[in-house]
């Protein structure tokens, strides 16, 4: 790439992202205005967050009224899986963009009836890097690690955990099998971002999922005052 074309790229994404944030900050105020609290769930494919959200629904279905909206490049296999548990479910096909954006919440957004909810939680799509660039209007921004990707990533994707508000570290059952320094991986996060909040849980098994699930009700407590 020649200098002058890397100049060029710089101010379009810029507008590109303060184009989505104004939108964003409209979402966030459609949310407000009836006290919803939205949470954007960010992972890399196949770290549990369709496992975290039923686990979460199970928990805590008589304590809010809870929707999900669903990010994904192609298929509706985990709205499908959301709607067995009658909860109502948008899904975001992509066409191929790997991150969820502020126009595309905002017509998932119509399709639900707003007065009806306490809190809605988006499944971005599985990846680490962009989704994070992308604020859709959400009041926490929440990322899974599971333990087989390794306790590395923190090194390896720092934007990510720089950004978010909680850290879930999802299939504790599989410590015993996979090299994961619980120990390590927490000091090297809270040194990233010290105010974040760490969960150890496993959705194969269930443990830890009520701390995480207290959690998420107190934090939806905050958008209601
Ligand atoms: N052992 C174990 N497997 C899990 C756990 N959570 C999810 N999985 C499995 O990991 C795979 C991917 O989970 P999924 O929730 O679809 O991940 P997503 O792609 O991030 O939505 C599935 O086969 C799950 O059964 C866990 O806590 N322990
Ligand atoms: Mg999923
Ligand atoms: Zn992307």
Wanted: contains cysteine; glycine residues 6%.
């Amino acid at each position: 790439m020649t200098q002058k074309s890397k100049q060029m790229q710089v101010p379009i994404v810029q507008d590109i992202l303060s184009a989505n944030d104004e939108i964003a900050l409209q979402n966030r105020e459609t949310l407000d205005r009836t006290g919803i609290c939205m949470v954007n769930l960010m992972a890399s494919p196949g770290a549990g967050k369709t496992s975290l959200l039923l686990r979460t629904i199970e928990s805590l279905r008589t304590k809010l009224r809870m929707a999900v909206i669903e990010g994904d490049i192609a298929s509706t296999v985990d709205a499908d899986r959301i709607a067995q548990e009658n909860i109502p479910v948008v899904q975001i096909n992509t066409g191929g963009q790997c991150h969820l954006d502020a126009p595309m919440l905002r017509r998932a957004l119509h399709q639900l009836h707003l007065p009806d909810l306490d809190l809605i939680i988006v499944e971005n799509v599985g990846n680490l890097i962009c989704p994070v660039d992308f604020h859709l209007g959400e009041h926490l921004n929440i990322m899974i690690a599971s333990v087989p990707e390794g306790d590395d990533k923190p090194y390896k994707y720092p934007g990510i955990f720089l950004a978010v508000d909680a850290v879930v570290i999802n299939k504790i059952d599989l410590l015993p099998y996979v090299h994961f320094d619980l120990a390590a991986f927490r000091t090297l996060v809270t040194g990233m971002n010290p105010d974040v909040h760490i969960f150890e849980v496993s959705c194969e098994t269930g443990v830890g999922i009520a701390p995480w699930a207290d959690w998420l009700v107190q934090q939806t407590g905050k958008c209601q005052d």
